[in-house]
């Protein structure tokens, strides 16, 4: 069954090896997403993706990440947030 989850980048690790590790805001728990040049390693996050997610760090850009019934991300969608004042706050 395709699911997808909403949230926010908050943290971005590049390597000189062109791996990145992505930091996920989502429902008050960050999930790391992981982006390896090495395509044998498991849940390896599409490069076009990852850095589409990466161009979203520190800015008023949500994600909604789509995935497949396998659990493998298909696409991504960008908003602007849309965070009430009090939301803001608990962010920071």
Do not use: W
């Not at 008050?28 to 997403?33: K, L, P, T, V």
């Amino acid at each position: 069954m395709s699911f997808s989850i909403f949230g926010q980048v908050v943290g971005v690790r590049k390597y000189v090896n062109e791996d990145i590790e992505i930091d996920f805001y989502h429902d008050d728990d960050i999930i790391e997403y992981k982006y390896s040049s090495n395509s044998t390693q498991l849940d390896n996050f599409p490069k076009i993706l990852a850095e589409t997610l990466v161009s979203t760090l520190a800015s008023e850009i949500c994600v909604e990440i789509y995935f497949n019934d396998d659990g493998r991300p298909t696409h991504v969608e960008l908003e602007e947030c849309d965070y009430d004042e009090e939301d803001e706050e608990n962010i920071r």
